[in-house]
T-cell receptor
Framework: EDQVTQSPEALRLQEGESSSLNCSYT??????LFWYRQDPGKGPEFLFT???AGEEKEKERLKATLTKKESFLHITAPKPEDSATYLC???????????FGEGTQLTVNP | DGGITQSPKYLFRKEGQNVTLSCEQN?????MYWYRQDPGQGLRLIYY???????QKGDIAEGYSVSREKKESFPLTVTSAQKNPTAFYLC?????????????FGPGTRLTVL
């Protein structure tokens, strides 16, 4: 059974204080790993898809990386508007549906 | 603009009532999904459909029903058999094929049982 574990559950940062969120996964074969951002009371917003170990993608202050067992979402010099819940999901090679982690709630204080 | 719409945004239900949540997409996507999200938790799959007139149960299908009569629409009915229906419901869609399975989400419906 596919498993996705995100850590920490919650993270509080000061504006400008860089950090990383972790997503570890267990699948028989990875077809893709997805990162989403979710604001309170809204639907998740797609950020990145990573397909193979060693791949990296960047968007503004966010950078996602992938190894064979985990993915990191690095946040460089965060701003208060980066506050949100970040969700990770995996799609198995033979699968047709995503398996989501429980998310990391990020709060960036000014 | 292409996207996914869900209605209503807020829904209140009395115990014992069935309610139907609407989900429409104009992205020409084949696959559609319904998820449930409880406070502090991730998304749990209720039902999904990869093609018109066909759908499969997800992890928590008990107490829910769906239909897929049109490509654009995938309504979810929360029946009285669902013991704890108060939650945030999210509809999503994707192309259903190939390596680019980026799911796009609607804005959600918050259901409260009174």
């Amino acid at each position: 059974e596919d498993q996705v574990t995100q850590s920490p559950e919650a993270l509080r940062l000061q504006e400008g204080e860089s950090s990383s969120l972790n997503c570890s996964y267990t699948v028989s074969g990875l077809r893709g790993l997805f990162w989403y951002r979710q604001d309170p009371g809204k639907g998740p917003e797609f950020l990145f898809t990573l397909y193979s170990a060693g791949e990296e993608k960047e968007k503004e202050r966010l950078k996602a990386t992938l190894t064979k067992k985990e993915s990191f979402l690095h946040i460089t010099a965060p701003k208060p508007e980066d506050s949100a819940t970040y969700l990770c999901a995996v799609l198995e090679t033979s699968g047709s549906r995503l398996t989501f982690g429980e998310g990391t709630q990020l709060t960036v204080n000014p | 603009d292409g996207g996914i719409t869900q209605s209503p945004k807020y829904l209140f239900r009395k115990e014992g009532q069935n309610v139907t949540l609407s989900c429409e997409q104009n992205l020409n996507h084949d696959a559609m999904y319904w998820y449930r999200q409880d406070p502090g938790q991730g998304l749990r799959l209720i039902y999904y459909s990869q093609i018109v007139n066909d759908f499969q149960k997800g992890d928590i299908a008990e107490g829910y029903s769906v239909s897929r009569e049109k490509k654009e629409s995938f309504p979810l009915t929360v029946t009285s058999a669902q013991k704890n229906p108060t939650a945030f419901y999210l509809c999503a869609s994707d192309t259903g094929a190939g390596p680019f399975n980026e799911q796009f989400f609607g804005p959600g419906t918050r259901l409260t049982v009174l």
